[in-house]
C-alpha cells in the first residue's frame, strides 16, 4: 500500500476516534487504533511510530491538507476536538476546490450519451447543486467542441454496452460511396473519436481484416446472440500507432513524409504535431520549417495537409506530392473562368 494512502487511513481513523467524546484518546491509544485499521487493510502488521501520529495531528491541523482540525490536549496527554461537531469529512469547499468541481461536471456531461454517465448523473446533480448553493452562478471556462446536430450519436451506448458485454452487432449500414443499405454481422472492438465523429471499430469475419464504420452512416442495430463473438486481442495503441485519424491500411507500412511549413504555419505545427512521429529537421532564414512524419499515408492525413492551403507542401514521397498536386489542380479549376461561367449560365 502506498505512503499517501497510508496516511489517509491514518487521518480519517485519528478523526473517527475524535469523534467519539464518551471516551479519553492517549497518544498510545491512537498509535492502536491506527495499526489495527492498517491491518485491516493490508492483512499484516504495520508498526507505527509515535513520530507518525503526531506528525499526522500537527498536518490534520493545519493548512496544508486543507483540514484546519481543532486538535487539543487537555490535562496534558488527551486528545479532543475543540468543535465537538467537527469532523474532517465535513470541511466545507474551498473557492479553488469549486471551480475544480464545476469544469469538471462540465466535461464529464460531454459524455451523457453512455449509459456509464447515467451511474454518476446523480452524483454529478448533487455536486452542481452543493457548487450552487456555495457560490454564485458562474459560466464554464473549458469548453469541449461537440456537434449535437451529428447523426448516430443515438447508437453511442447501445454500441458500447455491446463491446462491453462482447455481442455481436447486425448493422444496417450505409456508406457515403453506396447508393443502397448493407446489413451485415458485425464483431465491435472500440469506439474512437476523431475530429469530431465517432468510429466503431471491429470485423465483419475473422477471416477480414479490421474495420471501421462511422456511427452517422449507421440506419440500424440488432443483436445476434447465437453468433459467437469474436475474441480478438486488439491493440488499438498499436494498431492506430502509424496514422493518423482512423484509416489504416493494413500491410502498408509507415514511410516517411517531408513537409515544409512556411512561416505562419511552422509555431502551429511545432506546438502542436500532426503526429506523435514528427521531427524537425531544419529551421530556414525565412522562419518556414522542414518536418518528417514516419506515417502511414491515408484520407484523414490528406485532409489534414490540404487544409493548411499555400501553408504546407509535400517534398516526399514523390507518389504523395504529385497526389496532392492533382487534387490541388482540379481545386483550382473549380474557381476557373470558364467553371464560373458555366455555374451562372
Known amino acids: 500500500m502506498s505512503q499517501n494512502k497510508n496516511a489517509l487511513i491514518r487521518y480519517k481513523t485519528i478523526d473517527k476516534c475524535l469523534q467519539n467524546k464518551y471516551r479519553q484518546w492517549t497518544l498510545e491509544d491512537l498509535i492502536e487504533c491506527c495499526s489495527e485499521a492498517l491491518f485491516e487493510y493490508e492483512g499484516r502488521e504495520n508498526p507505527i511510530s509515535k513520530r507518525t501520529i503526531q506528525m499526522d495531528i500537527q498536518l490534520m491541523r493545519s493548512e496544508k491538507l486543507g483540514y484546519n482540525a481543532p486538535i487539543v490536549v487537555y490535562d496534558k496527554k488527551y486528545y479532543k476536538y475543540e468543535d465537538d461537531e ?5 470541511i466545507p469547499l474551498t473557492e479553488t476546490d469549486m471551480n475544480v468541481l464545476t469544469e469538471t461536471v462540465s466535461m464529464l ?3 451523457k450519451d453512455f449509459s456509464l454517465f447515467n451511474d454518476v448523473s446523480d452524483i ?4 452542481e447543486d452543493k457548487i450552487y448553493s456555495e457560490k454564485s452562478h458562474t459560466k464554464p471556462v473549458i469548453y469541449l467542441d461537440k456537434n449535437e446536430g451529428l447523426k448516430g450519436l443515438h447508437y453511442l451506448d447501445e454500441i458500447y454496452q455491446a463491446i462491453i458485454k462482447k455481442i455481436v452487432l447486425v448493422i444496417t449500414y450505409k456508406s457515403f460511396k453506396s447508393r443502397e443499405e448493407n446489413k451485415f454481422h458485425f464483431h465491435p472492438f472500440i469506439l474512437k473519436e476523431f475530429n469530431n465523429r465517432w ?22 442495430i440488432d443483436y445476434d446472440f447465437n453468433l459467437p463473438y469474436l475474441e480478438e486481442d486488439f491493440d488499438a495503441e498499436l494498431f492506430y500507432k ?14 516517411k513524409i517531408e513537409l515544409w511549413i512556411d512561416a505562419v504555419n511552422a509555431p502551429y505545427v ?29 484520407y484523414e492525413m490528406e485532409r489534414i495537409l490540404l487544409g493548411f492551403g499555400d501553408g504546407i507542401e509535400v517534398i516526399k514521397p514523390e507518389n504523395l506530392r504529385n497526389r496532392m ?8 479549376s473549380r474557381y476557373s473562368a470558364e467553371d464560373k461561367t458555366e455555374l451562372n449560365a
Open 325 to 332: 498536386k492533382k487534387i490541388l489542380e482540379k481545386a483550382i
Open 109 to 111: 456531461k460531454q459524455f
Open 124 to 127: 454529478l446533480q448533487r455536486l
Open 199 to 220: 468510429f466503431l471499430i471491429g470485423k465483419k469475419k475473422g477471416s477480414q481484416p479490421i474495420t471501421n464504420l462511422a456511427l452517422d452512416r449507421i440506419i440500424a
Open 86 to 90: 467537527f469532523s474532517i469529512t465535513d
Open 270 to 298: 511545432l506546438t502542436k504535431p500532426l503526429h506523435n512521429t514528427q521531427r524537425l529537421i531544419k529551421e530556414n532564414e525565412d522562419k518556414s520549417i522542414i518536418v518528417h512524419l514516419l506515417i502511414s499515408p491515408n
Open 242 to 255: 502509424n496514422v493518423i485519424g482512423v484509416t489504416v491500411n493494413t500491410g502498408l507500412p509507415p514511410r
